[in-house]
Nanobody, 124 residues
């Protein structure tokens, strides 16, 4: 049974930084496309970033230059370094995995496994 567990959320002031982690119990981990999504109250879940097992990345325009996605295949762990945070980044952040050895479009419906989410709150 695949399991994804996020950690690292919290509250921060605008301009600050947070680092999210996602521990994944899926095998072989390097075969999965891993991604981060977020959902703010009253809004749909949106893609933030994703990367293949080989390290190719895709970012949403809203986070380019501020967020960095990375993975440690030896530790089955995904990261999201978030810098220059803005109040509009406030949301529940979810880790997700897609089977198939490649990354699909950065759309929630194309990912197969999900974590429970971690809250990120950015105050102005």
């Amino acid at each position: 049974q695949a399991q994804l567990v996020e950690s690292g959320g919290g509250s921060v002031q605008a301009g600050g930084s947070l680092r999210l982690s996602c521990a994944a119990s899926i095998y072989p981990y390097s075969w999965y496309c891993m991604g981060w999504f977020r959902q703010a109250p009253g809004k749909e879940r949106e893609g933030v970033a994703m990367l293949t097992g080989g390290g190719s990345t895709t970012y949403a325009d809203s986070v380019k230059g501020r967020f960095t996605i990375s993975r440690d295949n030896a530790k089955n762990t995904l990261y999201l370094q978030m810098n220059i945070l803005k109040p509009e980044d406030t949301a529940i952040y979810y880790c997700a995995a897609a089977r198939g050895g490649y990354c699909p479009p950065l759309v929630a419906g194309r990912f197969d496994y999900w974590g429970q989410g971690t809250q990120v709150t950015v105050s102005s």
